[in-house]
């Protein structure tokens, strides 16, 4: 059976290269009836006039004489009573009311109907079938019920072209995919001489550099030749002869380096250490000189502020409510003042591996000074 958008040429349209594009707002164009008031609607509103006119048309013929004794006694008692006209005017304004109201409501529907139709046609110009599919969920609801296969129809042939446009989108992809690493490997076969060429140079510089002592150069120059190699995995070049001996030369140059560079970067970070070492040992100088000088003027300068400093333990113990602290000088006897650091609980198994004599590492923060230079919050460095 043909669907509701072939029994109808004007649901398709022709686009750019010939491709089809569903008018959907075409599809819909006969719902005409959208804007008619429901026959119930109207149905009750023409009781209510029809139930006004007569009422007040009653009080009116009850003035003309020589009507039938049924018709004129009914006449007669709907003139003398004046309730009857307020009611026959209010069931007049009543149907009218209800005319309006429905046919208002119809409007409102018809336009929500007709812009989920809008709504659907332009996400299936733009390839954005998601939208289409919630645009015509909102037409099924909004739309008469005697249209809903049509729109099932519609809601199929969106699900069907969103397939074949993902089909078409993930083919396109496939062909880039093969067209570029076609590029690469014809790019990895004319380029090899000249990336030989180039290995082989930055192999002989690392040499070079290693004669002088350069070690982190060297291996600068070796990452360049790796990484120029690499650039061609994945291509026939690289399960060739050639590549793979420039590939095991640089990986030879690599084992060569590695011992050297281990040893360079000891070294720098025992000289960082020994730099560390020293800032702290002089701001535990600085703390002791200018708490030994001025309290008043140390206080402003260090109180409240975390410091870092090293020094020797002079003592580790407690005091009288059992807060564990280590006294930190320069090793002098009778030094005063000291540092004095505090440390919570749960440092002290470190606490207990310090002996005396031993320069420890630590940083707190400075509470003032009573005798000795108060530090809180105490933690070892490293």
Request: glycine share 8%; with cysteine; proline share 2%.
């Amino acid at each position: 059976m043909p669907s509701a958008i072939e029994r109808s040429p004007a649901h398709v349209q022709r686009v750019a290269g010939g491709d089809e594009r569903y008018d959907l707002v075409a599809l819909f164009d006969e719902r005409h009836e959208l804007g008619a008031v429901s026959h119930d609607s109207l149905g009750v509103a023409i009781v209510f006039v029809v139930l006004g006119v007569v009422i007040g048309g009653l009080a009116i013929v009850g003035r003309i004489s020589n009507l039938p004794p049924g018709v004129s006694q009914v006449a007669g008692f709907t003139r003398r009573q004046p309730l009857a006209w307020m009611l026959g005017a209010a069931l007049g304004l009543a149907g009218l009311s209800n005319v309006a109201t429905s046919s208002q409501r119809a409007s409102e529907r018809a336009a929500r109907c007709t812009r989920a139709q809008s709504d659907a046609t332009t996400a299936v110009a733009r390839n954005d079938f998601g939208s289409a599919r919630s645009a015509l969920n909102t037409a099924k609801v909004e739309c008469p019920s005697d249209k809903d296969a049509e729109i099932a129809t519609a809601l199929a042939d969106v699900n069907a072209k969103d397939a074949a446009y993902r089909k078409a989108q993930a083919e396109q992809a496939t062909a880039q995919q093969a067209a570029a690493a076609a590029a690469n490997e014809k790019s990895a076969v004319d380029g090899f001489p000249a990336l030989s060429k180039q290995v082989n140079d930055f192999l002989r510089a690392a040499a070079a550099k290693m004669g002088q002592g350069q070690w982190n150069d060297a291996e600068d120059i070796r990452g360049q030749a790796r990484g120029a190699l690499d650039a061609d995995q994945g291509t026939s070049v690289a399960s060739t002869k050639a590549w793979s001996d420039l590939s095991a030369r640089v990986d030879a140059l690599e084992q060569k380096l590695q011992p050297q560079l281990a040893r360079v970067a000891q070294q720098q970070a025992a000289r960082a250490q020994q730099q560390a070492v020293a800032e702290e040992q002089g701001m535990l100088n600085s703390i002791l000189s200018e708490y030994k000088d001025n309290e008043v003027r140390a206080d402003s300068e260090y109180k409240g502020k975390t410091v870092e400093f090293s020094g020797i333990a002079s003592a580790i113990a407690k005091d009288i409510t059992d807060n564990i602290y280590i006294t930190v000088g320069h090793g002098e006897w009778l030094e005063m003042p000291e540092i004095q650091c505090f440390f919570d609980d749960n440092l002290a198994r470190q606490a207990a591996q310090i002996t005396k004599g031993q320069r420890v590492r630590l940083r707190g923060r400075v509470q003032g000074k009573m005798m000795n230079v108060l530090i809180k919050d105490c933690e070892f460095i490293n």
